[in-house]
């Protein structure tokens, strides 16, 4: 799990800062304790990416922050992120295939998504995953 973390950090840094935007990421001590399958490691960096993805082509904005914790008593690995962009409207947006992947992906590996934004408040999104 710790090279897809890795892997991940790397990508973020490379695709955001090349758009002037400031990233923060913070990860937990005990990546090395969580044990995924190829699989759902795979799905997983593929959402994280997309999201980064998504921010760098139409957040704009200047700050991006990320959060991955790993809370051993509950088994829940929780993937955090948060930009001060331009927002968009939930309920008027055209759902691109991005998203879609991503709310599929969440839903085969049993895990909960939640995006919130609305028109200059940027956005957030929190990916829980029991692991």
Not at 15 to 43: C, D, Y
Not at 105 to 117: D, F, L, P, V, Y
């Amino acid at each position: 799990m710790e090279d897809t973390i890795n892997r991940f950090e790397d990508y973020a840094y490379q695709i955001l800062n090349a758009k002037g935007t400031q990233v923060n990421i913070t990860l937990p001590h005990s990546m090395g304790e969580i044990k995924l399958p190829l699989a759902i490691r795979r799905a997983l960096m593929l959402i994280m990416k997309e999201a980064v993805t998504n921010a760098a082509k139409h957040s704009e904005a200047k700050k991006v922050d990320v959060n991955i914790t790993f809370d051993k008593n509950k088994k829940l690995l929780k993937f955090k992120m948060v930009d001060n962009g331009k927002g968009f409207d939930l309920n008027n947006m055209k759902s691109g295939n991005g998203l879609i992947n991503m709310r599929r992906r969440t839903k085969e590996m049993k895990g909960k998504i939640t995006i919130k934004s609305s028109p200059g408040k940027g956005m957030s999104l929190l990916l829980q995953l029991p692991v």
